[in-house]
């Protein structure tokens, strides 16, 4: 049988068909009036309707939350700026983004305080409440600060002295000086353990470093320490041009100024620093343990370096003079003085100077090193002074003391140039002073080399020496002396060279005293087997050694 459905009411069937009882229940079960189809309809649309508009409302929510969350994270940001602007400003250091999953309340780490003076390294950031938080904090005494936080302007005209003592004064022990020009009216005294310090080289590109420029009243530019005993123990100078205002001309620059004063310190040092314009570029003043390295001075007008009483003095890898027209004619590239009546362990003593250059270029310096002015009645250990590795141009005498400068003592010479002149001494000391156990080897002196009779000395050696000038050592004759010991091996003379006068002192490990030797001659070409044969048996009349 085949079941069809009307249009709206009976399903057709045959004529006269008469259909089962289950047949009427399954079409009454399906049947669907006209009526209730069309309700069913309105209701369906109404609901799909309803939901549209449901969903198009919650689109436009959704839209404006979007819209309100990105003006917030915009909002965000900008404040973000301007703070990390203001801190930067400031000296500090901002790292953001440091949380990249946060917002913008808590995407900002920065290392600094707002009083700007932070205990490294403590970190502080905010959580994700916009809150302050500390990260990874340490406890350290040590403190940072820069001097822009205390208003010192890089213009090279605002007075940055009030600045620069408010910096010093705040307790922090790292004082930054970010790179620019700073005129600062007087000058300046660091305390124990403080580090001045600005940028300097790094990877091979030169990064202009910080210069100061002190008012040309100003006496001492920095110091290092008060002049109380150890007052500014472990204080430091990094990265810095030191200099004076209108320092064009030697007249420019008053008496008694220094670049750098180490005022009594212990342990103390400069680094990487350049001084110009001063009547002295840098000063040990008593005090124990000096270091100056990779340092330059220039434009002084007194010496370069001086040491007055200090004990424990290193200079290293430093250039004194610019070579130039910048350079005035000064008195000495080194000074050495002072004494004590009181404390034997006072300098100045165990000065070592090393892989050092010494070179004005023009305007001649009277001294290279000038022992000079001790301290009447001192009773200070003055002695060893070693000098390693230099290059010395432009400086008329090598060595020199005054009449107040009793006594020279270990004095040790080796693998020096000394580029002077033929027409100077090297060696011009007083008769008042002695010298004792000094060593001058590996060395070129371009000069004369002459030890005149009224020097009093003892136990001098020169080993492996050429000298352009002549050479002469004369035995001493002064009042008191008992000995006079002198080694000298392989030393060539361009000029003359002789020893003469009676020598009563022992020779080194030899029995026989040393003696005038006659018939020492200068060599013009390249020494032959006759030149040797005649060489020994000069030694061996003067007794030096035994015949052959």
């Given at each position: 049988?085949?079941?069809?459905?009307?249009?709206?009411?009976?399903p057709k069937?045959?004529?006269?068909?008469?259909?089962?009882?289950?047949?009427?229940?399954?079409?009454?079960?399906?049947?669907?009036?006209?009526?209730?189809?069309?309700?069913?309809?309105a209701?369906?649309?109404?609901?799909?309707?309803?939901?549209?508009s449901?969903?198009?409302?919650?689109?436009?929510i959704l839209?404006?939350?979007?819209?309100?969350?990105?003006?917030?994270r915009?909002?965000?940001?900008?404040a973000?700026?301007?703070?990390?602007?203001?801190?930067?400003?400031a000296?500090?250091y901002?790292?953001?983004?440091?949380?990249?999953?946060?917002?913008g309340?808590?995407?900002?780490?920065?290392?600094?305080?707002?009083?700007?003076?932070?205990?490294?390294?403590?970190?502080?950031?905010?959580?994700?409440s916009?809150?302050?938080?500390?990260h990874?904090?340490?406890?350290?005494?040590?403190?940072?600060?820069?001097?822009?936080?205390?208003?010192?302007?890089?213009?090279g005209?605002?007075?940055?002295?009030?600045?620069?003592?408010?910096?010093?004064?705040s307790?922090?022990?790292?004082?930054?000086?970010?790179?620019?020009?700073?005129?600062?009216?007087?000058?300046?005294?660091?305390?124990?353990?403080?580090?001045?310090?600005?940028?300097?080289?790094?990877?091979g590109?030169y990064?202009?470093?910080?210069?100061?420029?002190?008012?040309?009243?100003?006496?001492?530019?920095?110091?290092?320490?008060?002049?109380?005993?150890?007052?500014?123990?472990?204080?430091a100078?990094?990265?810095?041009?030191?200099?004076r205002?209108?320092?064009?001309?030697?007249?420019?620059?008053p008496a008694?100024?220094?670049?750098?004063?180490?005022?009594?310190?212990?342990?103390?040092?400069?680094?990487?620093?350049?001084?110009?314009?001063?009547?002295?570029?840098i000063k040990?003043?008593?005090?124990?343990?000096?270091?100056?390295?990779?340092?330059?001075?220039?434009?002084?007008?007194l010496?370069?370096?001086?040491?007055?009483?200090?004990?424990?003095?290193?200079?290293?890898?430093?250039r004194?003079?610019?070579?130039?027209?910048?350079?005035?004619?000064?008195?000495?590239?080194i000074?050495?003085?002072?004494?004590?009546?009181?404390a034997?362990?006072?300098g100045?003593?165990t000065i070592?100077?090393?892989?050092?250059?010494f070179n004005?270029?023009?305007?001649?310096?009277?001294?290279w090193m000038?022992?000079?002015?001790?301290?009447?009645?001192?009773?200070?250990?003055?002695?060893l002074?070693?000098?390693?590795?230099?290059?010395?141009?432009?400086?008329?005498?090598?060595?020199?003391?005054d009449?107040?400068?009793?006594?020279?003592?270990?004095?040790?010479i080796?693998?020096l140039?000394?580029n002077g002149?033929?027409?100077?001494?090297?060696?011009?000391?007083?008769?008042?002073?002695r010298?004792?156990?000094?060593?001058?080897?590996?060395?070129?002196?371009?000069?004369?080399?002459?030890?005149?009779?009224?020097?009093q000395?003892?136990?001098?050696?020169?080993?492996?020496?050429?000298?352009?000038?002549?050479?002469?050592?004369a035995a001493?004759?002064?009042?008191?002396?008992?000995?006079s010991?002198?080694?000298?091996?392989?030393?060539?003379?361009?000029?003359?060279g002789?020893?003469?006068?009676?020598?009563?002192?022992?020779?080194?490990?030899?029995t026989?005293?040393?003696?005038?030797m006659?018939?020492?001659?200068?060599l013009?070409?390249?020494p032959?087997?006759t030149?040797?044969?005649?060489?020994?048996?000069?030694?061996?009349?003067?007794?030096?050694?035994?015949?052959?």
């Open positions: 049988m085949t079941l069809t459905l009307g249009p709206y009411s009976y069937w045959s004529q006269n068909y008469i259909p089962t009882v289950l047949e009427w229940q399954v079409w009454f079960s399906c049947k669907m009036d006209q009526t209730d189809l069309t309700d069913l309809e209701s369906m649309t109404a609901q799909v309707t309803a939901e549209a449901a969903r198009t409302a919650a689109d436009n839209a404006s939350d979007i819209n309100s969350e990105a003006t917030a915009q909002q965000a940001d900008t973000l700026a301007t703070e990390v602007a203001g801190k930067q400003a000296g500090d901002v790292i953001t983004n440091a949380n990249a999953s946060g917002t309340a808590n995407r900002q780490l920065t290392i600094a305080s707002m009083d700007a003076v932070v205990n490294l390294p403590e970190f502080t950031g905010n959580n994700s916009g809150a302050a938080q500390a990874l904090a340490m406890t350290t005494s040590r403190k940072w600060t820069s001097v822009l936080a205390f208003g010192a302007v890089a213009d005209v605002t007075d940055c002295l009030a600045a620069f003592n408010a910096a010093i004064a307790g922090a022990m790292a004082l930054y000086v970010p790179p620019g020009t700073y005129y600062l009216s007087g000058g300046i005294v660091l305390s124990g353990g403080q580090t001045l310090y600005s940028d300097g080289p790094q990877a590109i990064t202009q470093t910080a210069e100061l420029v002190f008012a040309d009243t100003t006496l001492t530019a920095i110091s290092l320490g008060d002049g109380t005993d150890q007052s500014a123990q472990g204080a100078l990094r990265n810095l041009h030191i200099t205002q209108d320092a064009l001309t030697a007249s420019d620059i008694d100024s220094v670049g750098i004063l180490f005022n009594q310190t212990q342990i103390a040092s400069a680094e990487n620093c350049t001084v110009s314009g001063h009547e002295t570029g040990a003043m008593g005090g124990l343990g000096v270091w100056v390295k990779n340092c330059r001075t220039r434009s002084v007008t010496c370069h370096i001086a040491v007055d009483t200090t004990a424990e003095v290193r200079i290293d890898s430093c004194f003079g610019s070579n130039g027209a910048f350079d005035f004619a000064c008195d000495s590239y000074r050495i003085s002072g004494g004590s009546t009181t034997g362990a006072a100045p003593n070592v100077i090393t892989n050092c250059q004005q270029g023009q305007n001649s310096v009277q001294y000038n022992f000079c002015n001790q301290v009447s009645g001192s009773i200070a250990d003055i002695t002074f070693q000098v390693t590795n230099c290059y010395v141009e432009k400086a008329l005498y090598g060595i020199r003391t009449s107040t400068f009793t006594n020279l003592s270990r004095l040790q080796t693998n140039e000394f002149s033929t027409s100077y001494n090297f060696w011009e000391l007083d008769a008042g002073t010298v004792t156990q000094c060593c001058i080897a590996n060395t070129c002196i371009i000069s004369n080399l002459w030890i005149a009779s009224n020097v000395y003892d136990t001098l050696m020169f080993v492996n020496v050429y000298v352009l000038g002549t050479f002469s050592c001493p004759t002064a009042t008191g002396q008992t000995g010991v002198v080694c000298i091996l392989n030393l060539v003379s361009a000029g003359t002789e020893l003469t006068g009676a020598f009563t002192g022992t020779f080194a490990h030899l026989a005293p040393v003696r005038r006659p018939g020492i001659a200068q013009t070409a390249a032959t087997m030149d040797f044969n005649n060489l020994i048996n000069t030694l061996a009349n003067a007794g030096i050694i035994a015949p052959l």
